[in-house]
C-alpha cells in the first residue's frame, strides 16, 4: 500500500512540477507500459474531488438562484440515482473519450509513438486541474466569496488548464505547436461536448419520466 501511496505521489508532484514549466518533470512519471494502465488509477483518485466539485457547483447555483427568488420542491434539491448515473456517465466519458480521439488525431499524424506519454501524463495531470476548480468553489461555500468572483475564479483556472494541457502537449509528444494546439483544442472540444451533451441527455430522462 506505501509503494502505491508513493507511486502516486511522485506522479502528482511531477504534474506539479510541469506546471510550473519544469520539462525534465517527466522523467519523474513511470512511461513504461505499465505505467500507462497504472496511470488510470488517477481516475480513481480523483473520483472523490470529481464529487466535490459536484456538490459545490450545486450548492453555488442552488445559493444564486434561492437569493433570486427562485423556490425550488423537496425533489429538486435531491441528488437521486439518476443524478449519480449521469455524474458517473460523464466522469468516466471524461476520463476515457479523450484518449481514443488523441489516438486518432496522432494516427492521422503520424505520430503515435509518443500516445502513451501524452496519456500519462494528462492523467495524472487531471488530478492538479480538479483540485485547483474545487478551490473557488470552498471558498464560497465558506462565505470567503460570492458568486461573480466565484465563477471568474473558475474561468481563469479554465483558461490557465488549456495553457497547461497544452504545454503538457508538447513536452509529452515532444512535437511541434501546432500538434500540441491541436490536442489541447481536442480536449476542451470534447469537455464541453461530454459536460452539455450527459446535460441534454439528463433533460431528455426527466422529461420522458415527466
Do not use: C
Request: charge should be neutral; glycine fraction near 8%.
Amino acid at each position: 500500500m506505501s509503494g502505491g501511496l508513493a507511486y502516486v505521489q511522485r506522479s502528482i508532484e511531477a504534474t506539479l512540477r510541469l506546471a510550473l514549466r519544469d520539462s525534465g518533470a517527466l522523467s519523474r512519471l513511470d512511461m513504461t507500459a505499465d505505467g500507462f494502465f497504472r496511470s488510470f488509477t488517477a481516475m480513481i483518485v480523483g473520483a472523490p474531488l470529481f464529487a466535490i466539485f459536484l456538490s459545490g457547483w450545486r450548492f453555488m447555483v442552488i445559493s444564486v438562484a434561492t437569493e433570486a427568488g427562485h423556490k425550488f420542491d423537496a425533489t429538486d434539491l435531491e441528488f437521486g440515482a439518476r443524478d449519480f448515473a449521469l455524474s458517473t456517465l460523464m466522469y468516466l466519458l471524461l476520463w476515457f473519450a479523450f484518449p481514443l480521439a488523441a489516438l486518432l488525431i496522432l494516427r492521422f499524424l503520424n505520430q503515435t509513438q509518443r500516445f502513451s506519454a501524452l496519456i500519462i501524463t494528462y492523467n495524472w495531470s487531471a488530478l492538479l486541474l480538479m483540485a485547483l476548480f474545487n478551490v473557488p468553489l470552498a471558498f464560497f461555500g465558506l462565505g470567503i466569496i460570492g458568486a461573480f468572483p466565484t465563477v471568474a475564479l473558475l474561468f481563469t483556472i479554465f483558461g490557465f488548464s488549456i495553457y497547461y494541457r497544452f504545454f503538457l502537449a508538447g513536452a509529452a509528444l515532444q512535437s511541434d505547436s501546432s500538434t500540441a494546439m491541436a490536442i489541447a483544442a481536442i480536449n476542451v472540444i470534447l469537455f464541453f461536448f461530454i459536460v452539455f451533451g450527459v446535460d441534454a441527455f439528463g433533460g431528455w430522462l426527466a422529461g420522458q419520466n415527466g
